[in-house]
């Protein structure tokens, strides 16, 4: 099925890196996505043919301890977002020439790198392909979205030491007065886990802070808390026991749409079950947050 925003090729190119990605069994980063458009066919795979060492490829192979250890998904989640703004300023659809050229001004160390040791010269290849989309070789570097928030994807959080000092000082409190003592099982212990996760994102919210500060405060303080929850009931420490699957009943359309309607009334159910069990958790504990500094 043709994307109305994406050329075959560029879809081609995503698949082969993320393909590539998962053959040397690390997280697909733009080096994979880099290696995606060299193996095609067009402007952009002739760009990255010109080098005079090894192919991209044999590179990354060759150097997959180092060139692909850093790869984090946000990376070429920013390439790609880099690529989609970069085509439609222009009114075209994405195709691999516009991803070369924001891979290239993202400018990751292991990009970069690997065409070094390729031979490849990237700023001819990156006119090269500004050519072939129609735009004069002095166009300066794409401008790159934002990042995912920090502490979420594969992304870390921010360091302890960066965190707000007023928010953090907030949960830290709350991480010495959690009402352990009330845990009896998981579903107390997984209230007690939305209630902080509740309270962190108030705090944000109430503090006017950036999603950085907010996914960082959210990861840390729920270390944190699970810690406690681990060293004063151990016994609920550990994965969540998962329920053994269920056997696919066969059936016609009928039953299919039943059994649909069945699954969601009972997604209803449980969540609607969470939240009581949350709500009652809260106004059983309140008296534990009782003078919670509010920053």
């Known amino acids: 099925m043709t994307h109305p925003e994406m050329s075959d ?12 990605a998962r053959e040397l069994g690390q997280r697909p980063g733009s080096v994979h996505l880099l290696v ?24 990354v192979v060759a150097g997959a301890g180092e060139l692909g250890s850093g790869a984090a998904a946000w990376q070429h989640v920013q390439a790609q977002e880099a690529a ?90 709350r991480q010495d007065h959690l009402p352990l003592s009330r845990l009896r099982g998981r579903p107390q212990a997984g209230s007690l886990y939305h209630l902080e996760e509740r309270a962190t994102l108030r705090l944000a919210d109430r503090l006017g802070l950036d999603d950085d500060q907010r996914y960082s405060l959210l990861r840390h303080h729920a270390e944190q808390v699970k810690e406690r929850v681990a060293a004063a009931k151990p016994e609920l420490a550990g994965p969540v026991r998962n329920r053994a699957p269920r056997r696919r009943a066969s059936g016609g359309r009928v039953a299919r749409v039943a059994r649909g309607l069945l699954a969601g009334w009972s997604a209803w159910l449980d969540n609607r079950r969470t939240g009581l069990r949350d709500r009652w958790f809260r106004l059983r504990t309140r008296a534990a947050y009782r003078g919670c500094p509010q920053s």
Do not use: K, N
Not at 9 to 20: N, P
Not at 40 to 45: Q, R, Y
Not at 101 to 126: F, H, S, T, Y
């Open 84 to 173: 989609r703004e970069f085509a439609t300023a222009l009114g075209q659809r994405r195709a691999p020439e516009h991803l070369l050229v924001a891979l290239v001004d993202q400018g990751m160390p292991e990009v970069l790198a690997a065409l070094d040791r390729a031979g490849i010269d990237q700023r001819a290849a990156r006119q090269a392909c500004l050519a072939a989309v129609g735009v004069d070789f002095d166009r300066p570097p794409l401008t790159m979205p934002s990042p995912m928030p920090a502490g979420t994807m594969d992304r870390a959080p921010l360091p302890v030491d960066r965190l707000d000092a007023r928010a953090w000082r907030v949960l830290r409190w």
């Open 9 to 20: 090729s560029y879809l081609d190119a995503i698949r082969r890196g993320l393909a590539f």
């Open 36 to 59: 995606g458009v060299s193996l095609g066919d067009g402007p952009a795979a002739q760009a990255l043919a010109t080098g005079q060492g090894p192919s991209l490829r044999e590179v």
